[in-house]
């Protein structure tokens, strides 16, 4: 593992860490030179064994992939490390825009942005910058929160209550698995009507998902937890529908 450190020359990110991964050490090194000057805090690796491992042994915020590598994929290594990390953003680099992976791919293993490989990454940095906002936005939500859970906190401890996995969850709301763990994380909230069929589900009211109250039972509009006709049915049932 290879890691660079440079002086910022403006801070942007520097609170957001970010793992590099690519088996091209020339570029991965001109990516973190770039990255750096824009403020992140790079870590970078050309072997895909040691991203698996530094994301499981550290706290990183973002994961930055190469496509394609000398052996290996990067959707093979993004769906290594989604078996043990549902919130890291990831990100995945292309050489050319015809060279995207399916659809498929992007939606079953949470790839949340791509981009294409370009002299100084402009691209690049500005959709990290973006993923950056939204990240740290998450962490001063986590670290305001009083009182108990927030929504995104109180839907992952529901779920695993229950055992289950974002995609059942999802399958409740009729929507992909990343928007599951977008609710989770912050990065988005659910709508009203998302809301209704979540509080049915895991029978809880709405304020209890909205942190408004620390009783699952409370809830100022009586018709929110009777919204679903099978609001007493079983998990599995639910689940069948």
């Known amino acids: ?60 915020d973002i994961f930055v992939v190469d496509y394609l590598m000398v052996g290996v994929t990067g959707v093979q290594v993004i769906e290594e490390v989604r078996k043990f990390s549902d919130n890291i953003y990831v990100l995945l680099l292309t050489g050319h825009a015809n060279l995207m992976p399916p659809l498929y791919a992007l939606e079953n293993y949470d790839i949340d942005s791509y981009s294409e490989k370009e002299p100084e990454f402009k691209d690049l940095i500005l959709k990290l910058g973006i993923a950056a906002k939204s990240i740290r936005k998450y962490k001063q939500y986590k670290e305001e929160m009083r009182d108990g859970l927030g929504m995104g ?80 049915d079983s998990i599995d049932s639910k689940l069948n529908e």
């Open 1 to 60: 593992m290879i890691i660079l450190r440079k002086k910022a020359e403006f801070t942007l990110a520097d609170d957001i860490k970010v793992l590099l991964l690519d088996d091209d050490e020339a570029l991965i090194n001109s990516m973190n030179h770039y990255l750096s000057k824009n403020g992140f805090n790079c870590v970078v690796t050309s072997d895909p064994d040691e991203a698996v491992r530094i994301v499981k042994e550290d706290k990183v």
């Open 153 to 232: 906190e109180r839907l992952k401890y529901l779920r695993g209550k229950l055992g289950l996995k974002q995609e059942d969850v999802a399958r409740v709301l009729g929507v992909g698995r990343t928007t599951i763990t977008n609710y989770e994380t912050g990065f988005s909230e659910p709508s009203l009507k998302h809301l209704r069929k979540l509080a049915s589900f895991f029978n809880v009211s709405i304020d209890y998902l909205l942190n408004n109250s620390n009783d699952s039972n409370d809830s100022n509009d009586s018709n929110d937890s009777n919204d679903s006709n099978d609001s007493n």
